[in-house]
């Protein structure tokens, strides 16, 4: 089955509005990492987080270990944030990231 | 600061060519991860390295992918005899190399087996 499943797997929103993201994983995840995969397929880093919370602008993330989950909160939705947002976890500091399948986010005007 | 660069960024081959992929990393970056993606199977990774040595290659397919990395400047992925299940979007990225760290990818090379 899927390490890392991320729900939804598509979101359409108003401009303005707030959305959250969501992160399973059913590995020991050890640390966490979400991109955005923008419409011409840069993949930009947003977070890399231990457990515990960051916040970047209008973004918010949380990696919670014990509960195996992750969350991407993003507040007052613009248009540059559509795209693939992807999460990542490396297991048992092992290097390499797991990713999940992503969620597709439109933002309408 | 230029970020991670990958070259080319598209190629197409002919069934049973060779392709060789380059990624140059973040200057200072220790660490350099090669990850494909396809619509399929998603973001898989391949292999990475740590201050050049090979770490792990547990995600590379055995008989006709290798990759190199000759000096901290760049790393190559290069695939054997290709095969039209290898088109995929392959992708590059470094980190400082504090364990994982925070990963930086480049835009990609698209390869298209016909």
């Known amino acids: 089955g899927d390490k890392v499943k991320q729900s939804p797997s598509a979101l359409s929103l108003q401009e303005g509005t707030n959305s959250a993201l969501r992160c399973n994983f059913s590995i020991a995840a050890t640390t966490v990492q979400w991109f955005l995969q923008n419409p011409r397929g840069s993949l930009i880093n947003l977070f890399y987080l231990v457990p515990g919370t960051k916040e970047n602008g209008r973004l918010k993330s949380a990696f919670d270990s014990k509960e195996s989950y992750s969350t991407l909160h993003i507040r007052d939705a613009q248009l540059e944030d559509s795209g693939t947002y992807f999460c990542a976890a490396e297991h048992y500091n092992q290097g390499k990231l797991i990713f999940g399948q992503g969620t597709k986010l439109s933002i309408k005007p | ?114």
């Open chain 2, 1 to 114: 600061n230029a970020g991670v660069i990958q070259t080319p960024r598209h190629k197409v081959t002919g069934k049973g060519q060779e392709a060789t992929l380059w990624c140059e990393p973040i200057s200072g970056h220790s660490a350099v991860f090669w990850y494909r993606q396809t619509i399929v199977q998603g973001l898989e990774f391949l292999t990475y390295f740590r201050n050049q040595a090979p770490i792990d290659d547990s995600g590379m397919p055995k008989e006709r992918f290798s990759a190199q990395m000759p000096n901290q400047s760049h790393s190559t992925l290069k695939i054997q005899s290709t095969q039209p299940q290898d088109s995929a979007v392959y992708l590059c990225a470094s980190s400082l190399g504090q364990n994982t760290g925070q990963l930086y990818f480049g835009e990609g090379s698209k390869l298209t087996v016909l």
